[in-house]
């Protein structure tokens, strides 16, 4: 269900028109229907934290109960706006998230991204809430893991110190952020582990979700 579209007029919409309860206005005809406002669960964090193995991980194991989605598959150059800080990429997860809600499973995505990259988005009204979990490590551990990747993910010595002083910044500032994000060290921590501690996070977070 493409809630961008009147499910009456057939009407597309460039942002959602969401009203209290949970319902949709369509922009062209004044048509109102309900839709399932779910909260989005975010397992975000620096590239190298170990976002894509927790979500080899969890996505069988969670299969029964969520829909977890690795972020990246989406980076293509369709949607890589560089002049509008990637807004397109962003709002398409967001709006794919709400689509995949209407099937009363609630979405994990992995992928980095920050409260200020999604909070200020029309389609963030879609849903009820996003909380964000942010993995974290060591910065010596950190770069590390980024000089042992493959050479196509192209991790020379200049993009690997963005990424820490991006690391750095995210530990300073992820109690502040609106909403704020809890943070989860995976130094030295083995992948099974890191895992397990997300899945008690989501089972924690999704015990307010509506059923």
Known sequence: MNLLICERCGERADHPQVEPEAVIRC????????????????????????????????????????????????????????????????????????????????????????????????????????????????????????RNRPAWREWDGPRIAEMLDYAAWIDATAATMDPPMTLLDTTGVPAEQTARAVRDWLDERAKTTPA
């Open 27 to 146: 922009a062209h005809c004044g048509h109102r229907w309900p839709f399932l406002r779910l909260p989005l669960f975010c397992v975000t964090g620096p590239s190298g934290t170990g976002k894509s193995t927790v979500q080899r991980l969890l996505a069988g194991e969670l299969a029964e109960r969520f829909v977890v989605l690795e972020q990246d598959v989406l980076w293509v150059a369709g949607l890589r706006d560089d002049r509008a800080e990637h807004r397109p990429f962003r709002s398409t997860w967001l709006r794919m998230a709400a689509m995949i809600h209407q099937s009363r499973r609630p979405v994990v995505l992995c992928g980095t991204v920050v409260p200020p990259e999604f909070e200020p988005l029309p389609e963030r009204a879609l849903f009820e809430r996003i909380d964000y979990l942010c993995l974290t490590c060591d910065p010596d551990v950190l770069a590390e893991r980024l």
